[in-house]
């Protein structure tokens, strides 16, 4: 029975191989790029300047990133503190739906993560804004506005992963909670979700970085000012939304340039440091 | 084996492109004469329109646009990473002795509030108390009692240069909104009670209130007259071809250029031509 | 141990449907509290349908749908209005795939008492140590409480199970196939358990292994597409049935 791998197979093989190897080649790339410029700009300005930062003015040579790292943590904090409850109650009772209906709510889910982000900054510009304006009193465009459009746009994936979650959990150990004589509502709280805790943090650990990284639908409501906020309705930005104005303003030769490689180095760091986190609950999950 | 061979060849051209210099094409892949053009974009729409009458014109030669503002525009021509750089700001005395630069005529600044801030009008150093985000409330100058919120665009915009070099510093109030384009700022202010902002006019914004300054109305059939203006250019390196040359000169004299707002203040000369 | 006595079954004319099919079809029959009711019969013919009726995890399924009569000592089975957790509580029951939680030792036979609000420690210690020596799997897990149950083998987890359906004190124990995935020595070792524990509980258990029903079980029913073809006690069935279908099929000369 034994055979060796087929012409196609040996084929197929190696241009797999070849593809893998040479992301990994441009991943180190990329990285090494960023990581240069950086260390250029750490050598040119310090890090009083830059890392430690308060105030941001990249035509006067002061390049304080402190702002963009509070406003990118606080955006992704509301983002995930309000839309993992959502997310979780709404797998919560789609899990006790027919496998049918789930079905059709994951198609519906599926479909809302294929909607492009403009169009979720764009409604964030014509609902989110004013409603914030018209509650606060403020100018509406807010850190609170970028952290609320950014949870509806997590939404859809989070809800999709944590119902994957839910459901993975076997049939078996529902039904023997369920025949100890525990209530549906006990077998959810003290089962279902136990058991599903690990692939949940995955699922929201997945929702950040999404958050983290998102640009274009955070740089239309967020204002854009590079002042520190001093409060969830004041207006602020991100890293990316930043790197997203400037790119322009600091083209490679311009003195500063090497600002936007130490941004998208911290982003990079943050997503690396959630993928190392991300592997931990895997290996910690059962 | 072949096939290995071929991918591996693919793949290696794939990772190359991503370290070639930003030219706006390939380097292996340069057909006989393109010209890149990049820049403001308050110009793209111009060039837009334009540059396939002109291939028509010119068999062969293939165009590319892309926006990244007037900064990057010139930087580019600078750097020889582009042939063509659309400005609506005037570059700095180093940089500029490198140019060619082909202008277009003018773009009027306007500066725009919101319909319910109940103000038409203000003076001069008004206008520049509000910019500087030193007037909290436009109550203190005859309007309703809303905040004065500040939208301006980035620090890369050929209009934010231009209200740059008339504000005494520290410039621009720190607290104001970001958008990225014209249409953004537009939008904003149109929207948001309180606030104040400017753009580049083109037929067709509204749905704000368009503010005189001191004596001057802004009259869109008199636009001659309004002295807050940029001054789009199309720019070239010096040693820039012929055929370069060529088509920065008739950007810069397309007659849909009325269409986007661009009026005729008086000539000037671009420096530097043979 | 259990304090109560172990209920009656009596189950009249119980048919079960899954939409349009059949599963069981007017099945009757009674068993006395505290003995040993085996199950045989071919796959698919409704075996684990019928233990599924007795704890009303039937329900679990939409488009099931039962008819008769079930009784449990003085409790009907198929009332609307019998209290579910309540039924539960009193039939436990173990699954022929291992269904420990994926929690510790402790965690899995402490999750029945602390469903019914039992949170004190040491009344829990002392719960889960009773429930394990019942389930004689206590001398292999001392020491071991705070291990996950995934690290037991195969028949300490079946066992375990066992354990955590009988720290809730039900009246009587559902085993469906519990020895199927395990090897003769754990099988037999379960064996040994449910004859330690004959008599206190009533039991119904389900099996493909007709050496194991004959071994364990004091009265034993032949199902066969649904419908009940004979049930007797277990001597005089496997020495001369009286139907001809049981004896084909304890002879093996079908499925
Ligand atoms: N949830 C269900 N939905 C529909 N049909 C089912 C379901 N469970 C069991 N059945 C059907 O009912 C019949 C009896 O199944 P089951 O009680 O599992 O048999 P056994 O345990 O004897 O193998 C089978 O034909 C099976 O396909
Ligand atoms: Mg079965």
Redesign the interface.
Known sequence: MKRQMGMGDQ?LY??VW??AF?LV??GI?IFAILFWGTAKFVLAHGLNQSLLGLIYE??QGRFGLLPFMAGSLVVSGIALAVAIPLALSLAVTVVDM?PRRTETVRQILSGLVAIPSVVFGWWG?SVV??AI?WIS?????SLLAAGLVLAVMILPTLSLLSINALTRV?V??V?????????PD?TMG??IL??SRFPLLEASIIALGRALGETMAV??VI?????LPHGLVS?G?TLTTQI??????L????SGHHVLDFMALLLLAAMYGMVVLLERTRRMS? | MKRIGIIGMLWGLLIATGFYPARGTLGVLRVAHHVSIVGATSLMPLTKRFVPEWEQKHPGVVVSIAAGGSWAGILAVTEGHADIGMADLIPPSRLAVRLVGYPAGRLAVAFIANNKDGVKEVSESQLMQLLLGRIPNWRSIGGRDEPVIVVSRPLSSGARAMIDSFLPPPGLSADAIIQLSNGAVLKTVRDTPGAIGYVEWRPGMGGVTMLGIGHHAFDTTHLATWPYFTKPTFYVHKRASDLVKNLAQALSQAPAKTDFGIYRGHVITPKGLP | MNTKPAPDLVVQNLSVHYGEQVALKDVTLQIEGGQILALIGPSGCGKSTFLRVLNRLVDRSAEAHCTGEVFLGDTRVLDPKTDVVALRRAVGMVFQQPSAFPFSVFDNVAYGPRLQGVRSASRLRSLVESSLKQAALWDEVRGKLRRPAASLSGGQQQRLCIARALAVSPEVLLLDEPTAALDPLSTAKIEELILALRGDYTFVLVTHNLQQAARVSDVTAFFRQGRLIEIAPTRDMFTAPKCEETEEFLTGRYE
């Open positions: 084929c190696r241009v070849v593809g040479s080649v441009l790339a990249p035509t027919t510009l804004v004013p304006r009193g403020h100018s509406g465009f076997r078996q150990w039904e023997g909670s369920l025949a100890l004589g525990a209530t006990q003290r089962l136990a058991v740089q239309m204002g854009g000012r590079v002042l207006p930005a997203l104005t400037d790119m322009s303003l083209p490679p030769g311009v059962p």
